[in-house]
């Protein structure tokens, strides 16, 4: 390696951690030169946090300037108006908004990116029309005045040491599940949310959270403010505000937790230290009202166009687990998930597990799948074969939740579970592949497996904030056995790797151990061997017996004929969404339906 | 309370002259709203930003520099159309060239034009100061039309200008996008940009021109607003924002027609919500909010949203 590239990957890796040094001095010289901006620079760190919350759950909610302000108006009120001591004030005002974001959070969160910004931003406004429709209590439109012993100048100290331990709490917090297999959860569904679903992570309840997290970290922030700033104006909750916020995680990015904070102190410090610091040059900006403003929206502008992942993605995987890789396994290729399940005869067929009737499927008035009947039983590798456009994945989609049925039942055991959520499938325990490659991008080779155990994992929030000694002891198993997958699929080099690097072909091996992970009874593979060349196909079908021989029942798409032929008990051919054969490989072969369907007729 | 009013045949043909030359305005800056949502698939934040700088541009030349209003209804578009492309050229496109690098995502680009609309408020209080600008009288007489003498429907000039300027613009814009090759050629951008480059449509320009159109409505409605409440501030596209939301969701993301149909709709609710509803005026800014929830809350995908889903 020359010393020019040495000292380039010096700076890629030294850089990133001089910016967050030089942004830390920057707001401890501000706060050592006025204490006032200390309170601020602390606020916006915790409503910057507050927005993370859910832009890392892939929610573009511009609700913070709203929770922020109903926490104000809140705390303000109990303690001026009903004679609360402070301290109770904030946690009951914070509460307040938690209930407020549960009753909203059940119409709002079922809406998609563009619709959800747009009623997040409809609820700021409600909020403060509200405020001003109230001037009994919150001063309407003129604001409030509140003289609480908090916001005396002899209080100030304890006021913002009380507010510095409450946000490194909010910060441990993030911090501490963001390392747990709740995190892992969130940064999937950041990754693909469908994905994420048919792996059986409940993205629903997921989102719910990360709304709550949100709404009750801005309450907070907002009632700190309340009782720093000692008087209201709903001006300081407007929109311009809720952007503000957007714009302190964006530019800290939406990648991990302490990004925000970053983005937070550098856009409150730097337009103040232009303004006043630099402020000999540039004595024009000290009259310059619209400084602030201007700086944040090109910020935003600039961070999304050009660093979309924010001061965060300059420190690679920071929010994965570290220390707990490859080298510190206790038994770095043992066979997981193979081991727990007894092994059965290879032979005669077992008990059946899916049981499809009648099912059909229309996409606007187009039959993609139509009255379809299928039994899959345990260990059986059936092969389902067609032309393109055939329904073979609307097969898949449908079995696997992602799609309701128009008609029909899917019976798993014995019980119906058509309409059923997509992460409950799962959970029954049927995993998937996708022919378009669905791999949570942004994490390394080794998470994307272990995200694959969610479901196989019993960390509770609670468990994960606490540190237990049982969290971490699940967490080092989970990858002891996501690495051993990884060494059966021929991938533990790659282990570190981002996942959205890979070849196509380890790709769809990766994708393959995520499903396993799942400790799936039925395992249904799109094209698997999709991408692949003739040696990477036969080692797949050798891996695909392997699995056979486990128990568990594989329902696999593929175009690959030979691997189709070899593997497979039985095949099932669809054309044009009908079932047109099905039986053993050599009577399909035979078959003059699947000849003309393949071939045409002569 | 004073039922009279209800019964009364003038009150009522008054609130409807006025509910519809609000509807107008509604009408005209969801038109360019909804058209780049259509094409682009994404929600340009910024359009309330053109919408003020159009305002802002017509009345400088019809205030200070004295121009007849004609000139200044065609400055008000022109500044909006520039902007606009501005817009798409700094904010958008780049996007657009990431994206096809990393997977397309709704959020980065509405993101971008929120800083967008920030820079361009902020720059606005900076240039002309926060507080409110006037017309001069001479600009727009506000002496108003009466039909059937003293005590009969009042109609001002500004309310006939915006009439007939939106009547006016939604057929050339009909027109324009069913009947001419651009037009043709923008809906076929809206409705499969891949398939559209494939067939040697450039859908860079398509979308520059989308913006250009767009731009020139938002500009038209911030004059048009500008004559009929004589209130021009920097904070003005705040109020219409949230309502033009309404109207694009009421009327279908994308739908033009839809769209001047939600702006006459949601123009005439809110006026006579005003007129025969006690604490009306308060209760008319949560409207729009009103029917954005109750539509989403029906249909959380937005009124086209189904059909679009299942396109890809």
Known sequence: MSGGSRRAAT?????????????????????????????????????????????????????????????????????????????????????LCGAVAMVISLPVLRLKDVYLAICTLG??????????????????????????GFTYATMKQTRSWALALTLVAICYLFWSASRSRVGRALRAIRENPEAAETMGIDVVAYKNMAFLASALVAGLAGAFYAHSVGSLDNGDFKFSRAVDILGYAVLGGSGAWFGPVLGAGFLTALPILLRDGLGYGLGFLKDFAQFPNILNGLALMLVIIFAPGGIASAFPRAAEQRGVRRRDLVRPSAPAGAAEAPSRSTGGKGKVLLSVKGLGRSFSGLEALSD?????????????????????????NLVSGLVPPSSGKIEWLGREIQGRRAHRIARAGIARTYQNIRLFGGMSVLENVVAGRHIRLRTSLAAAWLRLPSQRREEVEAREEAMGLLDRLGLSELADEDAARLSYGDQRRVEIARALALEPRLLMLDEPAAGMNERETSALGDFIVDLKRQGIAMLVVEHHMDLIMEICDEIVVLDFGRKIAQGAPAAVARDEAVLEAYLGRE | MDFGILADPVFFVQNVVDGLSRGALYSVFAMGFTLIFGVLDILNL??????????????????????????GLAAAMLAGAAIALALELIAFRPL??????AGADKLSPMISSIGASLVMVSVAEAVFGVETKRFPDRVLDPKPFLIGGIGGVRISRAQILILAASVILVAVLGFFIRRTRIGKAIRAVAASPRASLLLGIDVNSIIAITFLVGGALAGAAGILVALLTNDIAPGMGGQIELRGLAVVILGGMGNIEGAVLGGFLLGLVETFTIAYLPGGSDVKDAIAFLVIFLILLAKPDGILGKGKAERG
């Not at chain 1, 915790?46 to 909610?61: C, D, E, I, Q």
């Not at chain 1, 929770?67 to 705390?75: E, N, P, R, T």
């Not at chain 1, 609820?123 to 609480?148: D, Q």
């Open chain 1, 11 to 95: 700076i890629r890796r030294g850089g990133p951690w001089v910016a967050a040094v030089l942004i830390v001095a920057a707001d401890a010289y501000l706060c050592v030169r006025d204490p006032q901006d200390l309170d601020r620079l602390l606020i916006n760190a915790m409503l910057a946090l507050s927005a993370f919350a859910t832009l890392h759950a892939r929610l573009l909610s511009l609700a913070s300037a709203g929770f922020a302000a109903i926490g104000a108006y809140a705390s303000a009120i109990l303690a001026v108006k009903l004679g609360l001591p402070v301290f109770l004030s904030i946690p009951v005002a914070v509460l």
């Open chain 1, 123 to 148: 609820f700021g406004e409600i909020v403060r029309v509200s405020i001003i429709l109230i001037p009994g209590l919150t001063g309407g439109s003129t604001g409030a005045n509140l003289s609480t």
């Open chain 1, 372 to 396: 379809l009947s299928l039994d899959i039983a345990e260990g059986g590798i059936y092969g389902l074969i067609g032309p393109n456009g055939a329904g073979k994945t609307t097969l898949i």
């Open chain 2, 46 to 71: 910024a359009h309330a930003a053109t919408f003020m700088w159009g305002a802002f541009a017509g009345w400088l030349v019809m205030a200070k520099a004295s121009m007849p209003l004609p000139v």
């Open chain 2, 96 to 101: 657009r060239r990431a994206g096809a690098r």
